[in-house]
């Protein structure tokens, strides 16, 4: 049985609603959904209906907002509840991405509160963590990645918990051609899985991302501590994303 896997994408502040219905054109043709694998689509939030749409009829393709606000509706200009997501056709979110920890200053708490409210709103979170250069040069990743998980995640019970999916994106390898090795991924793959199992999720799914792409994404998948990838900038070419999404993985060692 071959080994599940996420391929999730990450469009960020790329692809308005034209151009995702573009992309979504360029990539379905003959694309056959692969037993076990998931595709996740994250979206800018103006793009989300025309990629559900564009996508929709797909097996296990999913589409999901970057970011949510925690609040459910109310006089917060700029945001985005979890119901305005829903009603445009998400079904995922994405939280405490690093950018938005680290360039929007979005504060772990903040993150807790997010993660909360995905939960609360019926979608499925993809929680982000992720250390600094500096933390890794001083052996802190470790330290660094379990406090915003357990951060974001205490509190939350078990029911809940087994909906969440974790991707662990080291911030010194996104969008900089940098990648982790396998090896360095699997052992902060194997930290967050146990904290989750700790916690009683009792199925954790970890995903890697940063600069992951067609060239790459083989060996890191090669790596069975890898439940998928999420990709940011080798997500936006439809050719190159559905070479990946069609790698060949040996199955579970
Ligand atoms: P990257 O981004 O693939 O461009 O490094 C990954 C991410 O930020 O999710």
Redesign the pocket.
């Known amino acids: 049985m071959a080994r599940p896997l996420i391929f999730a994408a ?1 469009w ?1 502040m790329h692809l308005d609603p034209a151009a995702a219905r573009a992309f979504a054109a360029a990539f379905r043709p003959g694309f056959v959904p692969a037993a076990g694998r998931s595709y996740w689509f994250f979206p800018t939030a103006v793009s989300l209906e025309a990629t559900a749409s564009a996508l929709a009829g797909l097996d296990r393709v999913a589409v999901g907002a970057q970011d949510v606000y925690w609040e459910p509706k109310g006089a917060y200009t700029g945001a985005t509840s979890v119901s305005l997501a829903r009603g445009a056709g998400a079904t995922l979110a994405l939280i405490g ?3 938005r920890r680290h360039v929007f200053g979005e504060t772990d708490g903040e993150t807790a509160k997010k993660l909360r409210a995905v939960l609360d709103g019926g979608l499925t979170p993809l929680l ?1 963590v992720g250390e600094q250069l500096d933390d890794r040069e001083a052996g802190r990743t470790d330290a660094v990645v379990l406090r915003q998980l357990q951060a974001a995640i205490g509190g939350v019970a078990a029911a809940d918990l087994a909906r969440l999916v974790v ?1 662990y ?1 080291p911030v010194w ?4 051609g940098r990648t982790a090795t396998p090896a360095d991924a699997a052992q902060v793959h194997r930290a967050l899985r146990a904290a989750l199992r700790r916690a009683g999720h009792s199925e954790p799914r970890v995903l890697y ?4 792409n067609p060239a790459n994404v083989g060996l890191l998948l090669a790596e069975p501590e890898l439940d998928g990838v ?6 936006l070419d439809p050719a190159g994303w559905r070479s990946m999404v069609e790698t060949r993985v040996g199955p579970t060692a």
Do not use: R
């Open positions: 990450n960020k991405h690093s950018e982000c991707a994106e390898a996104i969008g900089t991302g940063g600069s992951v999420l990709v940011g900038g080798a997500s």
